[in-house]
């Protein structure tokens, strides 16, 4: 974070609330999603003969939202069309929702096979947190947020978790649209301007700036610096333990 961005500095040490997305900001969860849509896609893509899936199709198509929105979004990059399908379809389906629980029930191997860790500095970051008395927060479009939280061990850092099964609960819209962060906030009690945005995805970066939060932070895992600013970063940090210098100290608030 630039030393010089006072307005930034002062809306760190201000916020009452930290809310984080999770997927490449809290776990390296989004490695164990891209093995999982790869391994959807490329398969799937090749039998259409279209252009190949690639990583930037995870960027650009995928990152940030809800399974059937990210499945949608690439199949309407290639030009295939295909029934919409249920939630309760087969993974085996060939519709829209078919694919995408084709697509969880290869995340659910990934997780159970290897595990996942908390990124270093944002197991920092939520150590220092934790005596200040700041909310924290988790909003993921995942439907396997409670599962990841709890194999990465940091459930009990987490106040209030909005995910996609409570999004799809409540009728949220999928990320860039500002509703899920926008719940986590009403649901810890606090107007969004007293809350801290943590993103690594386009979508997600514009959510947090189309709800008006007080700062939004873009964590470059791969999306670019540049671009996470032009979709609505305040500032961008390429690791979570550089937000540290500029937590409040002091008595905790309430």
Known sequence: MPSNDTSADVRLRSARAFLFDLDGVLTPTVEVHMRAWERLFAPYLAAHRVAPYTVEDYHRLVDGRPRYDGVRAVLEDRHIRIPEGGPDDPPDADTVHGLGNRKNAEFSAELAENGIAPYSGSLRLLDALAPTGIRVAVVTSSRNGASVLKAAGIADRVE????????????????PAPD???????RLGLPPEEGVVLEDAL???????????????????????DALRAHGADIAVSDLAELLPWLPTGTPRT
């Open 180 to 186: 899920a962060f926008l719940d986590a906030a009403r």
């Open 160 to 175: 209030v978790l909005v995910d996609g099964i409570v999004a799809a609960d409540d009728h949220l819209r999928g990320k």
């Open 203 to 225: 979508s997600g970066v514009a959510a947090g700036h189309a709800g008006g939060f007080g700062l939004v932070v873009g964590v470059d895992r791969g999306a670019g610096a």
